[in-house]
């Protein structure tokens, strides 16, 4: 073992050592040293990460893996589970990603939550998130994922619902929770088809073995691959179990951020692509992801366009990028779908911090109809914010684009026309409605109060500085993954992320084009890409800029789409009828003549009933009166007598 190797566990461990230090300590230490501690393990993580990649880089491309297994978890039988750690290419670009982004996301927590009364609370929860995480990106077998799969699922019941006091913020947390345990059973349900199949949860004993346990498109490979996949629905809130995630918007906004770019929702997306092996062997099942992905991504989006509240809109525009993403690996470019997971990492972060600090100018308030003019207000904030909203919506050379061009390329090149005619539409609509946003918040005239405009200003520096950076990495992150079509012009630069990750993948990828035969086309469709997303950009400019009325007009005229996606498809509303009511009726109908009728009416309740009324009767024969006592004696002896005289 190397000495890099070695220390692996200290990866998760850091963030594990924040939780412990800051849950049962923080207060006695104080708001001091926990902005310290909080950030400070995350930020250590991070370097050793750091050390772990440039360990692998040094590899050869075909031996880059790096493992630690800690103990026996659980031995019983021939089967086992260990607590192991493994960095290959791909969980060392999530690690990375989690840590890095992670790592921002609590420094800019520091200014965010500074005098919050739950604040050593707070970063514990912060931390513990992190480690979930971690663990879930760095195990190395399905059983010890799903402890971290389980964890993050915990903290952002734990993080939504910080603020519990306030009953709508703990039924967001709730609701999370409930959503999640949905997808989750399908999951456990996939991971014991794979014990069953394969004898062992270990990827190294599944996933090389995945083409010969399992028939190329049979039903084992189908129900594994699908049971997995129902998981990643409800942990990367995909149709139809997205509903949890809008309403995550109740926790404090470095949470939104986290949740939405470093963790938790990218869990569903780093698993499918883990687990290439076995959906290679299930076609049906990635027609299926790439259906769902690109459904979700279009659905979300037309939902954004009329969402006020800020985070909201946000919180649309993420479910429609994951989407993205499983379309990616989907139609089995695996690679494509982990570059935008990582590239969207960095301007999700950005855009969900930058809504952050114009919240905190302008006092909590998150609708953009009170907003406005807030450019000369906060110049930090617009130029990073602008940055990441030309990314998202696609406007190249900024990160955004070059993943999902990337994505929208292999999906055409794989011959799936309708999925790539949907991701198209969708690119436009995001640069549509992320602009509506940006001029609505940044441009125009202010229509808040006047208070708030005259207290506004910019954030401090540990909010801004993570702005910066992370507004730095939304403009030039995406290069590592120029493709071949925009590297040759440059000087043949390949697609680095690609062959990265080439090592995990192998044949799971689409060939890749050799640098001198990018079909013509490529470039058609990117210069479409573009041109969609620049009409969505000027349509929003025209509308809430140039003719503020014009939207008034336009929902005058549509009244029931209007209310149609101001509704949300009333999807909350039909799964309140169909499930939520009936659910509670059922609650209702057990508790009342199940647990108090029977259990407590003829079991517990009942027999305390039997047993004191047994008692008043007894309690009669205990008079305390000795010759009482006498004549019940010698009555009995003569009853015995009789029947001992007369009957035998």
């Keep these: 073992m190397t000495g890099v190797e070695s220390l692996l566990w200290l990866i998760p461990a850091l963030p594990l050592a924040g939780v412990l230090v800051n849950g049962l300590f923080g207060r006695k230490l104080g708001d001091r040293m926990v902005s310290v501690i909080g950030p400070g393990v995350v930020g250590a993580a991070f370097v050793l990460a750091a050390a772990s990649f440039v360990a692998l880089r040094s590899m050869p491309p075909a031996e880059r893996l790096l493992q630690q297994t800690l103990y026996n978890w659980l031995p019983a039988g021939d089967f086992s589970a260990s607590i192991g750690f493994q960095l290959d290419p791909l969980s060392m670009t999530m690690v990375l990603v989690v840590t890095g982004v992670g790592f921002l996301i609590h420094l800019y927590s520091v200014g965010y939550m500074h005098g919050d009364g739950g604040y050593a609370r707070y970063f514990a929860f912060l931390n513990l998130f992190t480690f979930a995480m971690l663990l879930l990106v760095m195990a190395d077998n399905f059983l010890l994922l799903f402890v971290g799969w389980e964890g993050v699922g915990l903290c952002s019941y734990l993080l939504i619902g910080f603020w519990f006091e306030d009953r709508s913020k703990a039924d967001a947390g709730k609701k999370a929770f409930i959503v999640n345990r949905i997808g989750d059973f399908g999951f456990l349900i996939g991971i014991f088809l794979i014990f069953w199949t394969f004898g062992s949860v270990a990827f190294a004993d599944v996933l ?259 702005l910066i950076i992370l507004g730095g990495l939304s403009i030039v992150g995406g290069w590592v993954g120029l493709p071949a079509a925009l590297g040759q012009p440059l000087g043949g630069i390949a697609n680095r992320f690609e062959g990265w990750l080439a090592p995990v993948f192998e044949a799971g990828e689409h060939a890749t084009h050799e640098p001198h035969a990018i079909p013509p086309i490529e470039y058609g469709l990117m210069t479409a890409s573009v041109a969609v997303a620049t009409l969505g950009i000027l349509v929003a400019y025209w509308a809430y800029l140039r003719s503020p009325d014009l939207p008034g007009r336009v929902v005058a005229r549509s009244r029931g789409v209007y209310a149609l996606l101001n509704g949300k498809y009333f999807v909350d509303e039909l799964y309140d009828y169909l499930i939520v009511r009936p659910f509670y009726a059922l609650s209702r109908f057990a508790w009342r003549f199940i647990d108090d009728g029977l259990i407590d009416g003829l079991g517990v309740g009942g027999t305390g009933a039997l047993v004191k009324r047994g008692s008043r009767i007894v309690s009669r024969w205990e008079t305390g009166y000795v010759q009482g006592y006498a004549v019940a004696f010698f009555g009995g002896v003569f009853a015995i007598l009789a029947y001992y005289y007369l009957f035998r």
């Design 208 to 466: 090389p073995a995945a083409a010969e346990r399992l028939t190329m498109g049979g039903d084992l490979a189908f129900w594994i691959c699908l049971f997995l996949f129902v998981g990643a629905v409800g942990k990367s809130a995909q149709i139809p179990l997205y509903v949890w995630l809008p309403d995550a918007m109740a926790g404090p906004t470095p949470v939104s951020a986290l949740i939405h770019a470093a963790t938790m929702v990218t869990a569903g997306v780093y698993m499918v692509a883990r687990a290439h092996a076995l959906y290679e062997m299930a076609p049906q099942v990635l027609a299926l992801v790439a259906g769902i992905g690109a459904a979700t991504a279009l659905f979300a989006a037309t939902i954004g366009i009329v969402q006020n509240d800020i985070k909201k809109v946000l919180a649309y525009s993420t479910i429609s990028q994951l989407g993205y993403m499983f379309m990616g690996v989907g139609v089995a470019a695996f690679s494509a779908g982990i570059f935008h997971l990582v590239t969207h990492a960095f301007f999700k972060a950005v855009l969900f911090l930058g809504a952050g600090s114009v919240i905190h100018a302008l006092h909590g308030e998150q609708d953009m109809r009170a907003m406005g003019g807030l450019r000369p207000k906060l110049p930090i904030t617009y130029w990073t914010m602008l940055a990441a909203t030309l990314a998202i919506a696609g406007v190249p050379p900024l990160a955004g684009f070059v993943s999902k061009d990337e994505i929208l390329w292999r999906t055409w090149d794989g011959g799936h026309t309708v999925l790539w005619v949907v991701g198209f539409i969708t690119a436009g609509l995001t640069a549509g409605y992320m602009f509506r946003l940006f001029f609505l918040t940044f441009h125009g005239s202010f229509r808040g109060t006047k208070d708030q405009w005259e207290h506004a200003h910019e954030s401090p520096l540990s909010m801004t500085l993570p």
